[in-house]
């Protein structure tokens, strides 16, 4: 059973231009998870979604960033025009369907994006 | 408003002995914790949880400790081993398939 996969692993942009982060969740989970973690800090919560829908995305910022789990294919992370303060790495879980109690998620390797 | 603190920024113990990694979290509506480890350049690995009905939860070297009361939370793993330096980070959630919260991690040295 693979694992969440994420690619690229390591993206380079220039100001200005537009970055995709892929996701493929484990096989069977249905929910995916966008957390974000800038040097020396912890994971931020970004987005939540299920197959074609937006259930929390409390996290992301206003502007020029963007989400979407489209019914067939990975999981998409776009941030357009892209400043140096978006250098980060971003991580991508996924959980299976709801439990009854607290789900685990599994984390991706991430994708390291530099803004240059 | 940092919900999840983790104070103490490293830990250095010898192979063999014991490590315990603390964690507080100040939202009282939490009620399932989760350790991740880390190494550079990866992503997060979970390493165990519990729930907020549990005090105690173990799996082999792991054994996490919760205190609702004090709303804090403790990883202990023994014995140590140099493959355990790392990062663990110590995450929370509310419910079923929602949003974690995580802290800034503590960096474990095992010296061998």
């Known amino acids: 059973n693979a694992g969440v996969m994420q690619n690229p692993r390591h993206l380079v942009r220039r100001r200005g231009q537009e970055a995709r982060l892929r996701c493929s969740p484990m096989k069977g989970h249905s929910h995916v998870y966008w957390y974000r973690q800038l040097p020396e800090e912890g994971l931020k919560f970004m987005v939540y979604?299920?197959?074609?829908?937006?259930?929390?995305e409390s996290g992301m910022p206003k502007e020029r960033f963007s989400a979407e789990f489209p019914k067939e294919g990975p999981s998409i992370l776009r941030i357009q025009q892209v400043v140096r303060g978006d250098s980060a790495a971003y991580f991508c879980?996924?959980?299976?369907?709801?439990?009854?109690?607290?789900?685990?998620?599994?984390f991706g390797p991430g994708t390291r994006l530099l803004v240059l | 408003d940092q919900q999840v603190k983790q104070n103490s920024p490293s830990l250095s113990v010898q192979e063999g002995r014991i490590s315990i990694l603390n964690c507080d979290y100040t939202?009282?509506?939490?009620?399932?914790f989760l350790w991740y480890k880390k190494y550079p350049a990866e992503g997060p690995t979970f390493l165990i949880s519990?729930?907020?009905?549990?005090d105690k939860n173990e799996d082999g070297r792991f054994t996490v400790f919760l205190n609702k009361s004090a709303k804090h939370l403790s990883l202990h793993i023994v014995p140590s081993q140099p493959g355990d330096s790392a990062v663990y980070f110590c995450?929370?959630?509310?419910?079923?398939?929602?949003?974690?919260?995580f802290g800034k991690g503590i960096t474990l040295s095992v010296r061998p």
């Open positions: 939202n009282s509506m939490f009620d399932y």
């Open positions: 519990i729930s907020s009905i549990k």
């Open positions: 995450a929370a959630s509310t419910g079923a398939n929602s949003k974690l919260t």
């Open positions: 979604l299920q197959k074609e829908n937006i259930i929390d």
């Open positions: 879980a996924s959980s299976p369907p709801r439990a009854t109690w607290g789900e685990t998620q599994y």
